[in-house]
């Protein structure tokens, strides 16, 4: 349970967020004396806070382990329910082969680069294919898109969802040939309708947003993705305290986990890149360190190979490492316009 919901005073749960406190186990060990040097708050304020996240926390377990024993899944239905979940498609054919058939849903996709690489295309374009209609292979969802940095485009969203709607088209009339072809009924301004779209300046916001997220998702059950765009940008400013990014990121991490679990939706976020000494020289890495990287189930880190972009699959528990050009084209992302295959070069 996230301390967001303990029936405590608003401005306590502000406190507990800002400090990194996130999850009901990041107080199980703390002294009251301790909480309220961390909140600036009186030592008998910090007591009752804890006695009440304790209260809270057995009675939480009580639910919880109820409701796992009637919930168990076995492995086979679990296997049978993702080969029959679809995949939502990057509009690259070669980047969806080595993605399994493109972004998995129930589970976190990580995808980093450096700046002008792609990242925000690539966001928004699977923000508008997560609503292709079931019909034509795709989930007929919702999308989420946090921006952190401002770098969203409404103007070129358009230009994607034209494009999608235009190549909806065309496959309905290779489809069925000679036959009549059906309309398509989805419309340019109905997939801009459907992307809910958050700016956020801080990194308080962000944790708040992230915390939100369950109930927004609970009232919006057709939501199917949740882009955050970058996940990075905030955390990288004014921390001194690296203990305490390290519990937000850890926090933030786990609730972007269990939303993808829990409502069978696709979580991608979006990472800048740094320089790490290793092996007497400086090489680019994604940011946030490796503790970071166990976060997300698979890792795509998207890079130049002389002037052609590429994607790697760098980490993944079921897709073999490998790596696929890609074209950012004014449609959208689409396959390169080359077909010669280059090594690897970070």
């Not at 969806?96 to 058939?101: H, K, T, V």
């Not at 790697?312 to 490492?321: A, E, G, M, Q, V």
Request: aromatic share 8%; proline share 3%; hydrophobic share 40%.
């Amino acid at each position: 349970m996230e301390v967001g919901r303990l029936p405590i005073s608003a401005s306590q749960r502000g406190k507990l967020i800002s400090a990194g406190y996130t999850s009901l186990s990041s107080l199980s060990s703390l002294s009251p004396s301790d909480l309220a040097k961390d909140l600036n708050i009186p030592e008998s304020e910090a007591l009752e806070i804890l006695k009440v996240a304790s209260l809270t926390s057995r009675l939480d377990k009580q639910d919880g382990n109820h409701a796992f024993v009637n919930g168990a899944q076995t492995a086979w239905d679990m296997l049978h329910e993702e080969q029959l979940f679809p995949r939502i498609t990057t509009s690259c054919a070669d980047m969806d082969e080595i993605l399994g058939g493109g972004i998995n849903c129930k589970e976190v996709t990580e995808i980093g680069g450096v700046p002008g690489i792609g990242k925000t295309q690539l966001g928004i374009q699977l923000a508008v294919n997560v609503q292709i209609p079931v019909e034509y292979g795709g989930l007929g969802g919702k999308a989420i898109y946090i921006d952190t940095e401002g770098s969203f485009m409404v103007e070129r969203a358009q230009q994607i969802a034209e494009a999608c709607v235009v190549d909806m088209s065309e496959y309905n009339d290779l489809l069925r040939k000679g036959n009549r072809a059906c309309q398509v009924r989805i419309q340019p301004n109905d997939i801009l309708e459907n992307i809910f779209y958050f700016r956020i300046c801080s990194y308080t916001e962000q944790i708040a947003l992230i915390n939100y997220l369950d109930r927004f998702i609970s009232e919006h059950k057709d939501v199917k993705i949740v882009i955050v765009d970058s996940v990075t940008f905030h955390f990288r400013q004014d921390f001194d305290d690296l203990a305490l990014r390290t519990r937000l990121l850890g926090g933030m991490a786990l609730k972007l986990m269990n939303l993808a679990r829990n409502y069978s939706l696709a979580v991608v976020i979006f990472n800048q890149v740094t320089t790490k000494y290793t092996e007497g020289s400086f090489q680019l890495a994604l940011a946030l360190g490796d503790s970071w990287s166990h976060s997300c189930t698979n890792r795509v880190i998207l890079y130049w190979n002389g002037d052609e972009r590429y994607a790697y699959i760098d980490k993944s528990p079921s897709l073999r490492s490998a790596s696929a050009p890609f074209s950012v084209t004014s449609k959208g992302i689409r396959n390169s316009a080359s077909n010669h295959k280059r090594i690897r070069m970070m």
